[in-house]
């Protein structure tokens, strides 16, 4: 499968507005899109057929995108942050996709001053609530890649996700599964300390159906399995507390 024909069939809503715009400029430096010849027909084809759900391919572009930022957050790049992206790629998508995928992050990473808001709020205007959470749980592996989230890499994602229309309590669940302090049990699960037993549980139930993996089903098998991880998280965040509280 030639690149140009993978992401002509890739992309649905996510080829118009600012994310279009950004992607036409990553194709139009590509001499693989260009030999092809088929850039402005991509363009064509992807604006006469607009689709108001979520596909994977919206999902893996936006994806590049608020990588390609959070990457760039903390003013370097680390190798070990791009092989990330790429191993979660080959992991999810095989590697010939990919391969695909990752050369055009690579063309997106080059861009400067990309709008994190207008961006972000194509996204929340098109994509339904689980794949935001989806993005927000992908942005913290990243930025985890390299052992250390830095500060910067936090405000980053932070920013985007208020702009994402992400809450601070679902914000915060997502974040606690990156790092190690003694309330994550309580923070993952949306409650705080004082909670009840009767509390705790019912707030285990809510989160372990908000983060159930068939909330993603319709971005694809792959999409999943980031999914399952914040469910597993949940599953681990209230055996702790039982523990703990022996209930």
Known sequence: ????????GALGWSFGGPIGAIIGLALGSMVDAMSNGNSSTIYREQQARQQAQTQPGDFEV??????????????????????FVRQQFVGMYGKERANHAFRLFKEINKQENI??????????QMMDHPSRLQL???????????????QD????????????????????S?????????????????IDKTASNEDIKKAYRTMAKKYHPDKVIHLGKEHQQGAE????????AYEQLQKERGF
């Open 1 to 8: 499968m030639s690149f140009s024909k993978w992401i002509g």
């Open 229 to 236: 991880e914040k469910f597993r998280n949940v599953q681990a």
């Open 174 to 190: 997502i974040k606690a599964m990156f790092f190690n302090s003694s309330d994550n049990a309580y923070k993952i699960l949306e």
């Open 115 to 124: 709008s994190t808001r207008q961006v972000c709020l194509q996204i929340r």
């Open 136 to 150: 927000i749980h992908f942005l913290f592996g990243i930025a985890k890649a390299d052992g250390l989230v830095t």
């Open 62 to 83: 936006s994806l590049l995108i608020l990588a390609s930022i959070v990457i760039k957050a903390d003013g370097k790049q680390d190798q070990r942050e791009l092989d």
């Open 153 to 172: 890499e936090v405000s980053e994602i932070h920013t985007m996700a208020g702009y994402l229309g992400i809450g601070l309590n679902d914000y915060e």
